[in-house]
T-cell receptor, first 112, second 116 residues
């Protein structure tokens, strides 16, 4: 069962463009994490959002957690080739021992 | 801080043999460790949750007799793929949570298993 719907699954843009990745669910999560993964490596945590309506910024990345804690978005401003990678959202639910449910991922390619 | 290691990083084995993958939390005590499987260009699928000193909880569809998980200490969990078959070839990733931050998981670098 895919609890988290992530879109788009693939995105190819040119350097300097902006983009937004969405992560939606019908379930409420105690927290939601965003990860970035390079091929052949484990996911690296970018941010954890906990409070409904929370907005966090990490340089050119802006993360938002929905008011109802069911959805989240990742916005990248002025994308660079170094942003290329697989972006994963994952929701943690307290009643499942904080196991993470991952979205399908967004494969981002930023070309010079 | 919060570094998780996995060993080996890559392993190639013959069909029918067993392979053990280790997951270690290097600078914190991991109360819970998780094992995931990832197919090429796909997302991570949770296989099982393990707590130190107790039996692992497996996700639906994951064979517990095939994927043996042992969490003998607060810094080490092992996944043994028994009687491996080519369809078990995959990228296996572990993660760990500490006692103070149950919502945040720290991931290992993954183990690429190839079964010939």
């Amino acid at each position: 069962t895919q609890l988290l719907e992530q879109s788009p699954q693939f995105l190819s843009i040119q350097e300097g463009e902006n983009l937004t990745v969405y992560c939606n669910s019908s379930s409420v999560f105690s927290s939601l994490q965003w990860y970035r993964q390079e091929p052949g490596e484990g996911p690296v945590l970018l941010v954890t959002v906990v409070t409904g309506g929370e907005v966090k910024k990490l340089k050119r990345l802006t993360f938002q957690f929905g008011d109802a804690r069911k959805d989240s978005s990742l916005h990248i401003t002025a994308a660079q080739p170094g942003d290329t990678g697989l972006y994963l959202c994952a929701g943690a639910r307290r009643n499942s021992g904080y196991a993470l449910n991952f979205g399908k991922g967004t494969s981002l390619l930023v070309t010079p | 801080g919060a570094v998780v290691s996995q060993h080996p990083s890559r392993v190639i084995c013959k069909s029918g043999t067993s392979v053990k993958i280790e997951c270690r939390s290097l600078d914190f005590q991991a109360t819970t460790m998780f094992w995931y499987r990832q197919f090429p260009k796909k997302s991570l699928m949770l296989m099982a949750t393990s707590n130190e000193g107790s039996k692992a909880t497996y996700e639906q569809g994951v064979e517990k007799d095939k994927f043996l998980i042992n969490h003998a200490s607060l810094t080490l969990s092992t996944l043994t793929v028994t009687s491996a078959h080519p369809e078990d070839s995959s990228f296996y990733i572990c993660s760990a949570t500490g006692p103070l931050s149950t919502d945040t998981q720290y991931f290992g670098p993954g183990t690429r298993l190839t079964v010939l």
